[in-house]
């Protein structure tokens, strides 16, 4: 009796875990999703836009200026904007497109050539704190219950930094792990820094790196054990030791001949992948560990993908995302070789996005998206989305820079002021 009450309990408990395990990796609780890796998997999605365009939920027309992408837990999404005046954060119910609460961050961040004002880095979600970078260099912790500020640091003023170039603003998503926030304000002083989460007080600074901040996001790496931060900053791909914030290793990379380095790095296999635009091309630096020290050796160099900010995702070993020159590549991530490229379609330059095995892909000059299979064998589409309105912000390009996201069976796509939903089920 005993044994029968038992087995269906604990069967009971582990479908409970499972799913809720599922509903988790529904969520997009930080820049490029769970991982930082751009990949969402989710059932029953509607990928074949050919046959069936996913409907529009709803529209939010008050995001304000900026490239923020949205995050999502659970049914609330959280973003940053500005207006003529301020920089602030806001959080919508996703069922409803209707405002949770808006929180004043302070004078807006405001382009010097007009690229575009307010936030551009995503905010990272951790339990019921927020973490976010605005375009000044602005790092803050607020409620996600209310918006209420629980502390603020400046880059420029707190820690002396200095990014490649300002009037293109910071554009960094902090990155949360355990109860440190990593964030680069760089400078000579030190480039990264790690943050007290709780309090925002400093932890510890990377001293023995020098550089300028690129407009890069941070992502974990753990090699045999150790781990590091991984970072491109102006002038070369760095790791950093999580523990102390000390230089392990770094590899110069193009960046400081160039207007800007913004891709995220990917790790895999004890290796790391990065690419920029500019004619800077890519590499594969392969990572060993011996006690307590790390060698970087680079596997390969090449032009074969140089992807200038709309990134790029790895799956199954073959590297996707648009190369300058050469448009969209698919390449192995292994050798460095193009697998396949596509010129003949008009679906330019822009930000991609893995869902499941396919890639949506977001055309910066036109706002229009489509799907197109994750696979070596080329490129074979599932059917375009036009959004269904431009903004009226007007930029010097007038570019959807604003990478698209997917959480709980929803497309989020953003013009500056407007955000779009739309629904993603079968």
């Known amino acids: 009796m005993k044994n029968k009450v038992t087995l269906p309990f604990i069967m009971m408990v582990s479908m409970l875990i499972i799913t809720g395990m599922s509903l988790e990796a529904q969520d ?15 059932a029953n999605l509607n990928l074949d836009w050919a046959t069936k365009k996913p409907a529009l939920f709803w529209t939010f027309r008050q995001a304000g200026a900026g490239y923020s992408a949205p995050t999502i837990v659970g049914n609330t999404l959280y973003c940053q904007g500005a207006d003529d005046t301020n920089d602030f954060a806001f959080a919508l119910d996703t069922q409803t497109g209707k405002v949770k609460w808006k929180q004043n961050l302070g004078p807006a961040y405001i382009s010097s050539d007009n690229r575009g004002n307010g936030g551009r880095g995503s905010i990272t979600i951790d339990g019921n704190n927020l973490y976010l970078m605005r375009g000044g260099g602005q790092i803050a912790c607020l409620s996600a219950t209310d918006g209420a500020i629980r502390w603020q640091k400046s880059s420029m003023e707190d820690f002396s930094g200095k990014n490649m170039n300002f009037s293109w603003g910071y554009s960094e998503s902090p990155l949360v792990d355990g109860n440190l926030v990593i964030c680069s304000p760089g400078g000579s002083d030190g480039t990264i820094i790690a943050l007290d989460k709780n309090t925002g007080a400093t932890i510890w600074r990377s001293k023995e790196l020098q550089d300028d901040a690129s407009y890069c996001s941070p992502i974990i790496a753990n090699v045999n054990g150790f781990k590091m931060y991984v970072q491109l900053t102006a002038k070369n791909i760095v ?29 895999v296999d004890n290796t790391i992948y990065v690419t920029n635009g500019y004619g800077v091309g890519c590499l594969l630096i392969k990572l060993t560990r011996s006690g307590d020290n790390i060698n970087a050796e680079t596997v390969y160099a090449n032009q074969n993908l140089s992807n200038q900010h709309g990134g790029v995702v790895l799956l199954n070993g073959n590297i996707y995302g648009y190369a300058e020159s050469r448009n969209w590549v698919c390449q192995d991530i292994k050798t460095g070789e193009v697998i396949w490229r596509e010129r003949g379609n008009d679906i330019n330059k822009g930000s991609i996005l893995c869902v499941n095995d396919r890639l949506i892909l977001l055309d ?12 070596p064998e080329g490129w074979k589409e599932f059917g375009r989305m036009e959004i269904p309105e431009r903004t009226k912000i007007t930029t010097k390009d007038n570019f959807v820079w604003t990478h698209p996201v997917v959480a709980n069976d929803k497309l989020y796509i953003r013009d500056h002021d407007l955000l779009f939903c739309f629904d993603l089920k079968k």
């Open 364 to 375: 910066m000059q036109t706002g229009l998206s489509a799907v197109i299979a994750a696979s």
């Open 28 to 42: 997009w609780a930080q820049w490029r999703g769970p991982n930082r890796e751009g990949i969402f998997k989710g």
């Open 239 to 267: 790791g950093v030791s999580a523990k102390d914030g000390k230089l392990l290793w770094k590899v110069a990379f193009e960046g400081s001949r160039v207007a800007a380095v913004i891709p995220t790095p990917i790790f």
